[in-house]
């Protein structure tokens, strides 16, 4: 069981101190990982309903943002030696593909194999809109790009011929340092996100999932996996809180679930929160460390 850290990274609080001292002193205390989170823009109101929280609502602290997942990796990469780390997820079909895997081949590159490629169709139309990317289709969007990425990972020569994108043949350098290629983590909870589990992953993300929860989707995903002649111990499982109350007594409860790396979220960013943070942490890393 390991232990990692949901970090939707917000300016201006995340500074470039507080990031360094923060993930320098959760890699040394044996936290696995960073997950980051993505939403170029966000709004005072939406209309779309957000999947991660009971109501539905978004709620994001005013006078901030979320900050570009590409440059934060790096520059924690920068700051680390052991740390992995996470796109918690990376809304894919808003993106091009070709910058995708070129921007993550670096990152997995310069970071010695540490990325972590976490995906997922994205909910606020909202955001699609602002972005000039068509909310439409996304989902096939999403498993077209997958496949763009995995040619540009892989292939000496990549190309690829879909409905929803067309890549002529060319060259993509550098390529991941892991191999074949980077790990694909796919978010989601609807069987839509499961089937594209199956059918792409080495991880599953979920988010906001008890114990229970967290074992009857673990136990669906296990029967699409079976639909593609593969077995969901090949899964890396990665479940989310992003409720800070979760408790380190649960991670037992986590782990015979099948959960194979719990995320803990950490709420309050900047410097003065430093030490609470690490503090909060420890005990999960100990919780899971007794179970080894």
């Avoid at 043949?169 to 978010?187: H, S």
């Avoid at 909870?189 to 993300?205: E, F, K, N, P, V």
């Avoid at 989707?217 to 090949?234: C, G, K, P, T, Y």
């Avoid at 003065?272 to 503090?279: F, G």
């Amino acid at each position: 069981m390991k232990i990692g850290l949901f970090t939707p990274l917000r300016s201006p609080a995340a500074t470039p101190e507080f990031l360094r001292e923060f993930a320098q002193g959760a890699e040394a205390m044996g936290v696995n990982s960073f997950w980051l989170g993505e939403h170029v823009v966000t709004f005072d109101q939406y209309d779309s309903k957000y999947p991660g929280s009971s109501d539905g609502v978004f709620r994001f602290p005013e006078g901030s943002g979320l900050m570009d997942m590409v440059s934060s990796i790096g520059f924690l990469a920068a700051c680390t030696k052991t740390l992995r780390l996470g796109t918690g997820i990376c809304i894919l079909p808003q993106n091009n593909p070709v910058y995708v895997a070129k921007e993550y081949g670096t990152l997995d590159f310069l970071s010695g194999g540490r990325l972590d490629f976490g995906v997922g169709v994205g909910w606020s139309w909202e955001e699609f809109e602002a972005l000039g990317a068509p909310w439409a289709n996304r989902g096939k969007r999403c498993d077209e790009y997958l496949q763009v990425i995995t040619s540009c990972w892989t292939d000496e020569v990549s190309s690829f011929n879909g409905d929803m994108y067309q890549l002529a043949p060319c060259r993509v350098y550098p390529k991941p340092v892991q191999k074949p290629m980077v790990p694909i983590t796919v978010g989601g909870h609807s069987d839509a996100a499961l089937r594209r589990t199956a059918r792409y992953g080495s991880g599953w993300y979920g988010i906001n999932l008890s114990p229970s929860e967290s074992k009857s989707l673990i136990d669906r995903l296990a029967q699409f996996m079976a639909e593609e002649n593969r077995d969901v111990s090949e899964l890396e499982i990665h479940i989310g809180a992003i409720d800070d109350t979760i408790d380190p007594a649960l991670v037992e409860a986590y782990k015979e679930a099948g959960v194979t790396q719990l995320l803990i979220p950490f709420l309050r960013q900047g410097l003065k929160h430093l030490d609470s943070n690490l503090t909060r942490i420890e005990p999960f890393v100990e919780a899971a460390n007794s179970l080894s």
